[in-house]
């Protein structure tokens, strides 16, 4: 399932900043409200952890986890960011969960669904998803449904859940789509597939096709990905999405998350310098100028791994053996 386009440009929608909290208005006086960045998702991790450090049982980790959404939301949503993206069920999670943790996730993404939909609506804020979510459950999938037709006037933050989602997965289901529409459009033509690549489909093919067929076409790229609980992977998460993201982890784990924290996250990006492959924005043409020629460093490592290689050929003389 594709997230679908937004409804207007997100510098037209009133800025709710002054009903951020105190604590989480100091963070944000901080910030260049101009370099919001468009596009943030995070993985929520630390549910069961936070359970299990207080003895309770792992669904109840959830359930704190899920109050973390709302907050978090909401504060996104005070700050105009146009998109948010959680990563709320992975396709992992879908086939090696127990069948139990897994039925009571699907009834509480049901039930965060219809008891949040009208803070939504109060927060304007719209509902959207990616992954296979024709897997889910049928009841599950109208409530989704329902949710995302009751919010879709608004025009403020898209919040995006990726449930049941996989970016493996993803990417082969746009390899399939390509594949489809290439064989649809032979079967239109009245050629073969072997024809059209013959005619130049195949270079006509690039990044922008893949990404026009990714579950996320109609949503920018993430600039920050935000990963909870200290664990140091991406865990297949929106991998050709994320190809210049900047990254923050977090040892809080997800239930202690909230919408101050998010903000010193975006602090933290707004303090970084994205390069995108190129030198940054420091770089100047004197410092190029400085640079050593290509020639002379090439042949400085070269002096370096013969030197390696002798200094090995000529072990040191065993000083017990000399001795005799």
């Not at 909401?74 to 127990?98: D, G, V």
């Not at 919040?159 to 493996?168: E, H, P, Q």
């Not at 809080?252 to 010193?264: M, S, T």
Request: charge should be negative.
């Amino acid at each position: 399932m594709r997230a679908s386009t937004p409804l207007s440009d997100s510098s037209r929608v009133p800025n709710r900043s002054h009903e951020l909290s105190a604590d989480e208005q100091s963070i944000y006086r901080q910030l260049d409200p101009s370099k919001i960045p468009q596009h943030v998702a995070i993985i929520m991790d630390g549910n069961g952890r936070w359970a299990g450090k207080r003895a309770l049982k792992r669904f109840l980790g959830h359930q704190k986890g899920a109050e973390s959404v709302q907050f978090v939301v909401e504060t996104a949503s005070r700050i105009n960011l146009p998109w948010l993206t959680l990563y709320a069920f992975s396709l992992e999670n879908n086939l090696r969960r127990p069948k139990s943790e897994v039925s009571f996730l699907m009834k509480l993404l049901k039930n965060y669904l219809v008891g949040n939909v009208k803070r939504m609506n109060d927060n304007n804020v719209r509902m959207a998803y990616i992954g296979r979510t024709h897997d889910l459950p049928q009841e599950v999938q109208d409530t989704m449904q329902w949710a995302s037709e009751a919010t879709a006037k608004n025009t403020g933050t898209t919040l995006t859940l990726a449930l049941n989602y996989g970016a493996r997965s993803e990417i082969v289901d746009a390899v399939r789509s390509l594949l489809t529409d290439l064989t649809t459009e032979a079967h239109t033509r009245g050629c073969s597939v072997d024809d059209l690549l013959g005619a130049g489909a195949l270079e006509a093919l690039d990044e922008s096709s893949i990404s026009r067929s990714l579950y996320t076409a109609h949503m920018p790229d993430p600039d920050l990905v935000i990963r909870t609980s200290g664990e140091q992977r991406i865990s297949n998460f929106l991998l050709w999405q994320i190809a210049y993201s900047e990254i923050f982890v977090t040892d809080r784990l997800w239930p202690d998350f909230n919408g101050l924290h998010l903000l010193e996250a975006i602090n933290a990006y707004q303090h970084r310098e994205r390069r995108f492959g190129g030198l940054g924005e420091s770089f100047t043409d004197e410092d190029l100028d400085n640079l050593q020629p290509a020639d002379e460093v090439a042949a400085e490592i070269q002096d370096h791994l013969v030197s390696k290689v002798e200094a090995k050929s000529d072990p040191k003389p065993d000083p017990v053996l000399s001795r005799r």
